[in-house]
């Protein structure tokens, strides 16, 4: 049993880092993109064999879905763009999206130079061993899983990683989320929207299975934020699998996205920071500490943040995927 | 009241005009001369005050902790009072001289502003009571005065300024590290009489060696010792009230003070001679004495020549310190005062010739007797004090410097005083003689000051009456040397106070 | 009130001096120039005896007194240049410069009466050098170029002057402990102080080998100028030494003889040199020097004979007084040449009033000559003198000879440059001529008369074969001289003797000296390929630069920081 | 047989993985150096960020009991972290394409001696034609 | 009736952060009045730090039990988060307290254009607030957190103004802050997995010389010296502070970079502190001589007024290296170099800001055709160089008293036998005069004879803040008794 898992193990990570290699070998960047996705579908079944389901579910969600979804855009807008300066006329789509000088430059990485090879090889082997080194040498600790476990009853859920994220350690959550808003600011200040290229899906096949999906979509998000305080799941989760959804909305129609309102958008993307802030400050001024909660206050407070915070993450990466800020943020 | 409050006054007498000048819009020029004057003479009178209390005996000290066991600490005694006493005259002077001198010209605001940061870091100088405190206001001093020597803004004077800063901050640096060492060594002491370094001198007779060559490299590029010298004849693109200012009263004399300290009050001299260093400090002051001299000689532009005369007569302050015996250290702190005042006077009058006439070399000196007397005598006054005839200042340090070196039993000492008091005359009595008597065919281009309009004067009464009166006074401290209240008398109370004066006194 | 009184002499031609410098148009003022040299005479006159002062604040503590030896120096400077003060004012009365002129000339008189009034080191160094340096400015008042020459020779030397006399002083002060002139010659300067001070002074006395700036500047110097110069401003230096040297119990063997061996050439050989002229003011000048060397002789017999040092020190003295008159009177006389008068009368006053002084040089009997040769010779016979010493009289007599050639030699050369008769003579120099010479006469009945200051002058002294014959030699040598050259040009000896050497080798050093001269004080621009330096400098940084900004190398940067780290944290 | 057990055991999870995760480390160091095109090296970042994590991870898995799960919490918010910073990194590289026309890195301090203002600040918020290419790349195609 | 400060101080730390946060969320979610809720907050976050420094210093902890921490949500290490202040954070907070507050106002003048407003407040009030936290932060992973918070703000800053310069330095400083936070997380992994806990505090208690140790140690020191440009990593600093927003630069330079190596000195002086060999502080030594020189060469070399400042951050820097060795011979040398990068940070700060008025001012930076804005603008330039004088290390300013405690501590290693000594007192003396080389490229021009050009308006604000936050800089040195004494309220340090 244990030989086959070391087997399945020495496979998988095999994989692992043979799509790694190839991907960074890659000289086609949508090449390159694709098996980066599927490094990250392969990360998520080592997550599972790592018995890390959260981990896993979030991997495949948002390291394989949506950075992939992000990695693919861009280079979809890249290519535009050099289409774009290469015809010399500004937002018309180009005549021949496969236009050979452009999609080069664009797209197209060529192999690195010899010179840096042996170094960077050589360095890379180093590091790599005396980190292996250092590794071999560790104790088998187990971490804080006991000391998490004594404390499960007066965390106010059943799920010890969503304790962890949302009670014990609800400091980091709390700067994770602002993480995610100051990429979304920092995205925002670069420009609008509309002065980024985009090309409309082609055909009427997305918009079709749109109206499959997206109800779809809601419902599991909905549901994983809920089973995220007693099982794998949580508001991450949910966040990246409504934010999906939204993503494919917007794919559905990059030129025409809806008249955001400036307000209520802001609203939604601090919703959640700003609601998980609220009750650290309650907390505090409640004798509980920062970001502390009465114990029988502890399961609703949760529930509400994660509500929250899931709103705001899938607005946030929906916006995120959009890159530049709605015409109504300026208004 | 209280003694560290007027000591603090005093340097804030200047250091607050001075800060209230940088923002004043450079059309508020009454303001401005208020406050620059007003600061001038609320110093001169607070430094007689503290004159006055000093020479009473009482004890004045102001400390303000700067670092764990590091104060900065001002005090007052009687060789600080010297050169407190010395700058606050010879500010107001120069500031009456400077406000004429610029009159009509622009970026007047800067110039005053930096003029009094200068005076600030010098009393700071004067009044500071430990040698970190001698550091801060010295580089205080470097950095305040570089905007001076800069401020015609040509290149040559900027490249001079560069020059400067090159010089000095480098010195500041070997500076800082030796008196950072120092301290390490033997604590941050306050300047005592006879040095406070005794105790070192068993287990640590090589560092205190080292340490006071770097201490004098520190000091002697502002004293403008050999070696270290070439940035002050460099430094004379600056405007007159400047260069009468680095010459006469800030910075070289701020290196030559430094020197006084270092050797009387940090050392000792007692230790200084025993470890050997006195000598050799006294070689090297020798030997700037006679290169000033010669380079001075050489020299047609009448700053240049001033410049190196500089060089030369500064070291005399150095000579009678190395000559560590009351007498030459009389002659040395004598010189101090008398120097700057007799400098202060010919810079002023090459400032004159320059302003008024056009004139800055020697060679076009020729009968300007007649067109500007007064300020042609003043000239001679100087130059003759410089050569050291009596009754003028000049004589007086020669005098005892003199009598110094043969009381050190360093007769060459002697030798090189008429040596370079032969080579003073060579190069000050042409330009008087062409002043007085020699014969200018061509009219006068005059007047360069046209907005100036023509004065009852020979020139514009501010450039005037500060030559007449740094020549009267140069003339009447050698004349009435005897008094008590003359630099000499106040030498010979400081020397009397802190070294066993022999019998006689001279 | 004492120190007032002797202050006043001093100051009193300083406050002129000042207030014609202030306001050079006030004509007025120049009239009170000759004036200002009388309240001297009158203190010399009529002074109470030892009279002193003493003022500390002043300079570091003046003495001020007036002895008898002052008092005749006093006398005599006063007097003679109130007569040439006189003579200035119509000798200069065209000049324009006239004021600039006065002025040197009351700042000299300041330090030429000070510097007799001092008794310490400081304030006598002070005056001395007022006197030398102000007497600068009456050399080169002419302002041609005869005279810059000689006023820069002038100055050369009176600066040496001033700086040897200050060290000689300085060391003498300090071996005595105090800066009394008297404590310090009681203190007997010895080795260096006294070779200075013999040589500080000496220069400004005209001693032999620094003698040779006197025959330049007495022509070069206006008339009245070169009367003060040589009547009482070289006499300044005698009197030093006789302040200064240690004229004591014991002498001083070694520094006599030099004075005498110097003195005894000097007298010699000025007037052969002074007899090789042309000018007649050259004429005077060596002819002062000559004298000077027989001044020179008598201290240094002082010194080799301390037991009549009283006597010889007071004989040299009014050596001093004579010849400075009388030398004065001649050198009025040589600014004279354009007031030939027309009548008979005048004429011959005219003629005695050149020949008077001359006789009183030469020793004449009856004149001053007589009486201060004579007084001074008078020790000698009683004492024996050592070695070639013994000559030393006879010496002596014989330099009247020299004397009486060198003064044929003026009159027949001033005879030469005598201009036409005119009318309408100037009174005030005629005046001021007439009396100076006059004096040949009325010094010695005055001495004779009161013996001032226990002078040892009878009333033979004004007679003596001794006076006779050498002058009757040299009237005769004199005469066959003329015989011999009558008729071809006169052999003559360049002015200045050892100052053209010199000034052959400043010239040959001159050449050099444009090399020498510095240039303008400029900083230096960067030179070009420093420049070019830099600036490939800034090009290989940025480069350097751009280098480490490659990804690549930032990545191998961090990957080789990793490693080095690790590395040096291996214990 | 029981060699090979103990070779299992060896090789568990808790070992094996966080080699993996240093290899992948160590690649996405090795990809960074030797790739240029941005969105690459953002790729090799986020391998080298999926290396941490499962080394992390498989140092939660090391021991007897269930996995820590905070070392798991820590991964989770690592992700997050990674997303939004690639995401960010995204937007730049589209906004730096739009402006200088590629998406590698310019060399050297561009800013020296470079007019800054050659794209107008204006350019920012409203709309404005693209800048003109830099002239210069780090290597040559 | 008051209680002892001790009760309060807990609150005030957690207020602190909470504060900080609440600002920074409010004028997210209200950008149209961002710019009047960055004032108010920036204001009262200045002075919640001014009063918590107060609590702090009078509460007069014993030395060794100085540190205060507060478990977040009422759970202790090491199950929770532990913020932890003592004298070191302390003494950091109340500087970026400053040098922010001085940069908040200058913003008021410098972001004028109401869209960029809207963009500008908001994150700068996160950066702001990232650094508190950080500042606070007592556990690895959290730092990690909190240094991404700081980066990819400062990032988004550094972009700020949309230039290809600007967004190619962003890109840059992004991808390098990835891969330095990376390295960092690595480390902190494998402290986790060696001792399975997060806490600082825990974690010293428990490291010792292994390792696992050495690995993190090295990981993680060299992360954070790519954040903290340390040579030769620096190259990302120039472009991105050069080409940055003129507030920005001044945050980024003035205490983004400190920031990061606020976190260095920490581990070395806590966790990895048994790993120190003398080789190492030579190594870092060296380092910090190669990074003075080249930092002042690059910053002669410059063309534009903000790059040579952008260069001098990485000569200054070297100092706080060479500063390493010495604190292996004295250990209390490390107060010296937190005083040191205070100071510094104060006055690269005001320097940024003067530059940046003079760059808003001229309509560009390059130094050789800003004579006229010089000229025209004695006070920016007097600004300039007061500032730049306390970098040189010349009195009267705080950094001579730096300055002065670094060589005090050189002169110390070489009284102690150690030959190197010498090379590191050469460089922290020589360094001041190339500081002074380079200050003097900036303020010479100012000198210049010829025409003057007052260039754009600027507003008051752009014009006062510099000069008032160079004054604070120069009078620093007054502060040095007191900031010392803070510093040695910090427990476990030497």
């Known amino acids: 049993m244990s030989l086959l898992l070391v087997i399945f193990d020495l496979v998988l990570l095999a994989g692992i880092i043979g799509v790694a290699w190839r991907c960074l070998a890659s000289t086609d960047l949508f090449r390159a993109v694709v098996l980066f996705i599927t490094f990250g579908l392969l990360l998520a079944l080592a997550w599972v064999r790592l018995e890390a389901p959260d981990i896993a579910l979030a991997e495949a969600a948002i390291g394989a879905g949506i950075t992939g979804a992000l990695l693919l855009v861009t280079l979809e807008r890249l290519r535009s763009i050099m289409a774009e300066r290469h015809s010399g006329r500004p937002h018309t789509p180009p005549p021949d999206p496969s236009g050979p000088h452009a999609l080069l430059r664009a797209l197209h990485d060529p192999p690195p130079e010899r010179h840096s090879f042996f170094p960077a090889l050589i360095f890379a082997l180093v590091v790599g061993s005396l980190l292996v080194t250092a590794l071999w040498h560790q104790p088998q600790s187990t971490g804080l899983e006991p000391v998490v476990d004594a404390h499960m009853d007066v965390s106010g859920v059943d799920h010890p990683i969503t304790a962890v994220l949302l009670n014990f350690r609800a400091y980091d959550t709390f700067l994770e989320l602002a993480i995610v808003l100051i990429a979304l600011l920092g995205a925002w200040s670069l420009g609008r929207h509309d002065l980024i290229p985009a090309r409309p899906a082609p055909g009427p096949i997305l918009p079709g299975t749109l109206r499959l999906l997206v109800p779809v979509a809601i419902v599991t998000g909905v549901y994983v934020l809920w089973a995220g305080s007693h099982a794998p799941g949580g508001a991450f989760q949910a966040g990246a699998i409504l934010g999906a959804a939204g993503i494919l909305l917007v794919l559905a129609r990059p030129r025409q996205l809806p008249m955001a309102p400036g307000i209520p958008l802001r609203l939604g993307i601090t919703a959640g920071v700003a609601l998980f802030l609220l009750v650290g400050l309650y907390g505090l001024g409640a004798g509980h500490g920062f970001l502390g909660y009465a114990d029988a206050w502890a399961y609703p407070l949760i529930i509400l943040i994660e509500v929250a915070a899931t709103l705001s993450i899938a607005l946030t990466l929906v916006a995120l995927f959009v890159a530049g800020r709605p015409a109504g943020d300026d208004a | 009241m209280d003694g560290g409050w007027l000591l603090l006054a005093i340097l804030f007498s200047s250091l607050g005009p001075g800060i209230a000048i940088f923002f004043l819009p450079e059309h508020r020029h009454r303001l401005r001369i208020t406050l620059n004057l007003g600061g001038a003479g609320i110093k001169l009178a607070l430094v007689g005050v503290l004159l006055a209390g000093v020479l009473r005996g009482d004890e004045y000290q102001f400390s303000l902790p700067l670092m764990p066991g590091i104060d900065l600490v001002l005090a007052a005694d009687a060789l600080s009072l010297l050169f407190a006493s010395l700058s606050a005259v010879l500010w107001f002077v120069t500031t009456v001289y400077a406000i004429g001198y610029l009159e009509g010209s622009p970026r007047r605001s800067r110039f005053f502003g930096f003029f009094s940061l200068c005076v600030s870091a010098t009393v700071g100088i004067a009044l500071s009571g430990n040698l970190i405190t001698f550091l801060i206001f010295y580089e205080m001093l470097t950095l305040a005065t570089w905007p001076l020597v800069v401020h015609r803004g040509t290149p040559a004077a900027l490249r001079a300024g560069r020059l400067y800063l090159g010089y000095t901050l480098t010195s500041g640096l070997v500076l800082f590290t030796a008196i950072v060492w120092l301290t390490l060594l033997a604590g941050a002491e306050g300047f005592t009489p006879g040095g406070y370094l005794g105790d070192l001198s068993e287990t640590h007779a090589l560092s205190l060696q080292v340490l006071f060559v770097l201490l004098m490299i520190g000091f002697g590029v502002k004293a403008a010792l050999f070696p270290l010298h070439s940035w002050l004849p460099i430094a004379m693109v600056a405007p007159a009230p400047v260069s009468a200012l680095l010459h006469a009263v800030a910075v070289v004399k701020a290196g030559a003070f430094g020197i006084i300290r270092v050797v009387n009050d940090v050392y000792g001299a007692e230790l200084a001679i025993e470890l050997g260093l006195t000598a050799g400090l006294l070689v090297v002051a020798a030997f700037t004495i006679i290169y000033g001299s010669i380079q001075a000689l050489r020299a047609d532009d009448l700053k240049q020549r001033l410049a190196f005369s500089t060089v030369s007569q500064v070291s005399y302050i150095i000579l009678g310190v190395a000559l560590a015996g009351p007498l030459g250290i009389i002659g040395g702190l004598v010189h101090l005062v008398h120097q700057g005042i007799t400098k202060i006077t010919l810079f002023f009058c090459a400032g004159n010739f320059a302003e008024t006439l056009g004139i800055h070399r020697i060679s076009e000196l020729n009968g300007i007797g007649r067109r500007m007397p007064l300020t042609m005598l003043a000239f001679t006054l100087g130059g003759l004090g410089m050569i050291g005839l009596p009754p003028l200042a000049g004589f007086v340090t020669k005098w005892h410097l003199g009598l110094g070196a043969l009381e050190a039993e360093a007769h060459w000492v002697l030798g090189v005083l008429v040596l370079s008091s032969l080579l003073n005359a060579a190069y000050f009595l042409p330009p008087i003689i062409r002043g007085w008597l020699g014969e200018r065919r061509e009219p006068w281009h005059e007047p360069l000051r046209d907005h100036a309009g023509p004065t009852r004067f020979e020139t514009h009464w501010m450039l005037l009456f500060p030559v007449v009166f740094t020549a009267v006074l140069g003339l009447a401290v050698g004349l009435f040397s005897g008094l008590g209240l003359s630099p000499l008398g106040w030498v010979s109370l400081i020397v009397q106070r802190d070294y066993s004066l022999p019998e006689f006194s001279l | 009130m004492t120190a007032a009184l002797l202050l006043t002499v001093p100051l009193l031609p300083l406050m002129l001096a000042v207030l014609i410098g202030l306001r050079p148009g006030r004509t007025r003022l120049n009239h009170l120039v000759p004036w200002v040299a009388l309240p001297g005479l009158l203190l010399a006159a009529f002074a109470p005896p030892g009279l002193e002062a003493s003022i500390d604040g002043l300079l570091m503590g003046t003495q001020l007194a007036l002895d008898p030896t002052g008092r005749a120096f006093l006398a005599l400077t006063a007097g003679l240049w109130l007569a040439a003060g006189l003579f200035a004012l119509g000798d200069r009365g065209q000049d324009p410069q006239r004021h600039r002129f006065y002025v040197f000339w009351l700042l000299a008189l300041t330090g030429n009466l000070g510097l007799i009034l001092a008794q310490d080191a400081l304030s006598f160094y002070l005056f001395f050098a007022l006197m030398s340096l102000s007497a600068y400015g009456l050399v080169v008042h002419s302002g041609k170029p005869e005279a810059w020459r000689a006023g820069r020779i002038y100055l050369i030397l009176a600066v040496l002057g001033e700086v040897l006399l200050f060290a000689g002083l300085v060391l003498a002060v300090h071996a005595a402990g105090q800066s009394g002139l008297a404590a310090v010659a009681a203190a007997r300067p010895e080795g260096w102080a006294l070779a200075l001070l013999v040589l500080g002074l000496g220069i400004k006395a005209g001693m032999l080998p620094l003698h040779f700036w006197l025959p330049l500047a007495h022509p070069a110097a206006p008339v009245p100028a070169s009367a003060v110069l040589s009547g009482a401003m070289i006499k300044a230096g005698l009197l030093g030494w006789m302040r200064l040297l240690p004229f004591d119990a014991t002498g001083h063997m070694i520094l006599g003889e030099l004075l005498v061996a110097l003195g005894l050439t000097a007298a010699f050989l000025g007037a052969v040199i002074g007899a090789l002229q042309v000018r007649p003011k050259t004429i005077l000048a060596y002819s002062s020097i000559s004298q000077m060397g027989l001044m020179t002789t008598g201290i240094g017999l002082a010194l080799l004979l301390p037991e009549v040092r009283g006597w010889l020190l007071a004989a040299v003295t009014l050596y001093a007084v004579h010849h400075g008159l009388a030398k004065g009177a001649l050198f009025l006389a040589a600014g004279m040449q354009d007031q030939r008068p027309t009548g008979p009368l005048a004429s011959r006053l005219f003629a005695l009033f050149v020949l008077l002084p001359a006789a009183a040089l030469v020793g004449a009997p009856l004149t001053s000559g007589a009486v201060a040769k004579n007084v001074l010779k008078g020790p000698l016979d009683a004492e024996a003198l050592p070695g070639w010493l013994a000559h030393t009289e006879l010496l002596l007599t014989l330099a009247a000879t020299a004397t009486t050639l060198v003064l044929l030699r003026f009159l027949w050369r001033w005879r030469a440059g005598l201009q036409a008769p005119i009318e309408g003579l100037d009174h005030s120099r005629w005046w001021a001529w007439g009396s100076l010479a006059l004096m040949a006469l009325l010094i010695p009945i005055w001495i004779v008369w009161t013996a001032p200051g226990a002078l040892p002058a009878e009333v033979h002294d004004l007679f003596g074969f001794s006076l006779l014959w050498p002058i009757a030699l040299g009237l005769g040598l004199g005469w066959l001289t003329y015989l011999c050259v009558r008729d071809r040009a006169t052999p003559r000896l360049p002015e200045g003797d050892l100052a053209i050497l010199m000034e052959a080798a400043w010239r040959t050093a001159r050449h050099k000296r444009r090399s020498l001269a510095l240039p303008p004080p400029r900083p230096r621009r960067i030179p070009a390929r420093l420049r070019g330096i830099r600036l490939l400098w800034r090009a290989r940084l940025e480069a350097a630069e751009r280098v480490l900004t490659r990804w690549e190398t930032i990545g191998l940067l961090f990957a080789s920081a990793l490693l080095g780290l690790y590395l040096t944290l291996l214990p | 047989m029981n060699g090979l057990a103990e070779l299992a055991h060896t090789l568990a999870p808790g070992l094996l993985y966080p080699t993996g995760g240093a290899i992948l480390f160590a690649m996405g160091l090795y990809g960074l150096i030797r790739r240029h095109h941005l969105v690459l090296r953002i790729l090799a970042l986020n391998i080298m960020g999926s290396g941490v994590f499962m080394v992390l991870l498989g140092v939660a898995a090391r021991g007897e009991g269930p996995p820590d799960p905070v070392a798991q919490a820590l991964t989770l918010t690592g992700i997050v972290v990674a997303v939004s910073a690639t995401a960010f990194a995204l937007a730049l590289v589209v906004h730096l394409t739009r402006l200088t026309g590629h998406a590698v890195m310019l060399p050297g301090p561009p800013d020296d001696d470079a007019p800054v203002e050659d794209i107008s600040r204006e350019e920012h918020h409203a709309d404005g034609g693209p800048a003109a290419p830099h002239p210069d790349q780090d290597r040559n195609p | ?494």
């Not at chain 5, 992004?174 to 902190?188: C, K, P, T």
């Not at chain 5, 001589?289 to 903000?306: D, F, H, M, P, T």
């Not at chain 5, 205070?342 to 008025?357: D, E, M, N, Q, R």
């Not at chain 5, 070489?414 to 007192?425: F, N, P, T």
Request: glycine share 10%; hydrophobic share 60%; proline share 5%.
């Open chain 5, 1 to 494: 009736m008051i209680e002892a400060p001790e009760t309060w101080l807990p609150t005030a730390i957690a207020g602190l952060v909470g504060l900080s946060l609440a600002v920074a969320v409010v004028a997210t979610a209200w950008p149209r009045q961002a710019h009047r809720i960055g004032l108010f907050g920036a204001l009262a976050v200045f002075a919640w730090v001014l009063g918590l420094s107060a609590l702090f210093v009078a509460a007069g902890p014993e030395a060794e039990a100085a540190a205060t921490r507060v478990a977040l949500g009422g759970w202790e290490a090491p199950l929770g988060l532990m913020l932890h202040l003592d004298g070191l954070s302390m003494t950091l907070l109340v500087l970026t307290a400053i040098v922010a507050l001085a940069t908040s106002l200058y913003s008021l003048g410098y972001i004028h254009d109401r869209i960029e407003r809207r963009q500008f407040w908001p994150l700068w009030l996160w950066l702001w607030a990232g650094l508190n936290m950080l500042f606070l932060s007592g556990d690895a992973f959290n730092l990690y957190i909190t240094l991404e918070v700081v980066s990819l703000s400062a990032v988004a800053l550094v972009a700020f103004t949309g230039t290809a310069a600007a967004v190619s330095g962003a890109v840059r400083y992004l991808l390098i802050n990835i891969l330095g936070s990376l390295s960092f997380l690595m480390g902190v992994v494998l402290l986790f997995g060696e001792h399975g806990v997060l806490d600082l505090v825990l974690l010293e208690a428990r490291s010792e010389a292994g390792p696992t140790e050495r690995m993190a140690a090295v990981l993680m020191t060299a992360g954070l010296m790519l954040k903290a440009a340390l040579f030769p990593l620096h190259v990302w600093l120039a472009p991105a502070h050069g080409s940055a927003p003129a507030p920005v630069s001044a945050v980024l330079s003035g205490l983004v970079v400190t920031g990061s190596f606020y976190l260095l000195l920490r581990l070395w002086m806590g966790v990895f502190a048994p790993l120190a060999t003398p080789a190492f502080g030579i190594l870092i030594g060296l380092l910090g001589v190669a990074a003075l020189i080249w930092g002042s060469a690059q910053a002669l070399r410059a063309g534009r007024l903000k790059s040579i400042v952008a260069y001098s951050t990485v000569a200054q820097f070297g100092y706080l290296l060479v500063a390493f060795p010495l604190m292996l011979v004295d250990p209390d040398a490390w107060r010296v170099v937190v005083f040191f990068a205070v100071v510094h940070a104060l006055a690269k700060a005001s320097v940024f800001l003067a530059a940046g008025t003079l760059q808003h001012a001229a309509g560009h930076d390059r130094l050789a055709e800003l004579g006229g804005v010089l000229r025209a603008r004695p006070r920016t330039v007097f600004a300039l160089g007061l500032a730049g004088v306390s970098l040189m290390g010349l009195p009267f300013t705080g950094g001579f008293i730096a300055k002065y405690l670094l060589l005090e501590a050189g002169l110390g290693t070489i009284l102690a036998g150690s030959v190197i000594g010498v090379l590191w007192v050469v460089a922290i003396a020589g360094g001041g005069l190339l500081a002074a080389a380079y200050v003097l490229r900036m303020v010479a021009p100012a000198f210049h004879r010829g025409p003057e050009r007052a260039g754009e308006a600027v507003s008051p604000w752009m014009d006062w803040v510099p000069l008032g936050l160079a004054t604070v800089a120069a009078l620093a040195g007054f502060a040095g008794t007191l900031t010392l004494h803070t510093l040695t309220l910090t427990p476990g340090a030497p």
